[in-house]
């Protein structure tokens, strides 16, 4: 069950106890309905916090591979352009070798996301990241290389030492956004999952002390227990 799950089980179990009015009375604070309102509430602030932190950060990954998406292709221009420079053989198998490097590191393909924006998928484009920094390390090498080169002068924008600084730099920029917005999605994540598996009294612990409560006071067979022993409730393994 997922986490939405969890939170929409919990504001349904909620609304039933609001229900039984004056029958419901728990000696445990945490258990009262004001108590269970307040961890509902929270609960689903910090859910639609992490909603707004995966969207955040969606977007800046798919950002960030709309920027690399040509980096190959320019990268085997700057070789192409080099070796029509008359550059010695060195310089041309040093930017060929950062090249090839470069060209490795982008043939890993991202996995679509899906629907729900799971953590499989931050850990599916998190190895794309370290992909991207090493795309990045090649590239600057190779734009280091040329740029001691006199002998390189294209006339192109897009492939002088002056644009490639530049391609450089917003690379860099997109894959500090997407450090950035993966800092704060992982946060967002931490602070739910403490408020509902981890911490005392939290979501998921206190959901099930209440069901328990309604079967004791009320009874197993009563109709208040069947109306919450259908509720479903489940902690995350991992």
Not at 25 to 45: D, I, M
Not at 212 to 233: A, C, N, T
């Amino acid at each position: 069950m997922s986490h939405v799950k969890n939170v929409q089980a919990f504001g349904k179990l909620m609304g039933i106890c609001t229900g039984y009015g004056g029958s419901y009375k728990p000696g445990q604070q945490h258990l009262q309905v004001n108590a269970l309102a307040t961890l509902s509430k929270s609960a689903q602030q910090l859910l639609d916090k992490v909603t707004e932190a995966q969207a955040v950060y969606d977007k800046a990954t798919n950002t960030r591979m709309l920027g690399f998406k040509d980096l190959r292709n320019v990268s085997a221009a700057v070789c192409q352009v080099l070796r029509s420079s008359g550059v010695n053989a060195l310089t041309i198998n040093d930017a060929c070798l950062y090249h090839a490097k470069l060209s490795r590191a982008q043939k890993v393909k991202p996995k679509l996301k899906n629907a729900t924006g799971t953590e499989e998928n931050q850990k599916t484009r998190s190895s794309t990241n370290r992909d991207s920094a090493t795309q990045l390390q090649h590239f600057a090498l190779l734009v280091e290389t040329v740029s001691k080169e006199p002998l390189y002068q294209p006339t192109e924008e897009r492939l002088s030492v002056t644009g490639l600084e530049q391609k450089l730099a917003e690379l860099q920029a997109l894959n500090a956004a997407v450090t950035e917005a993966e800092i704060q999605l992982t946060g967002a994540r931490r602070l739910r999952n403490e408020l509902y598996y981890e911490k005392e009294f939290n979501l998921f612990t206190t959901a099930i002390a209440i069901k328990r409560y309604i079967r004791g006071v009320f009874g197993f067979k009563s109709s208040q227990h069947k109306e919450v022993m259908d509720l479903r409730f489940t902690k995350p393994t991992a």
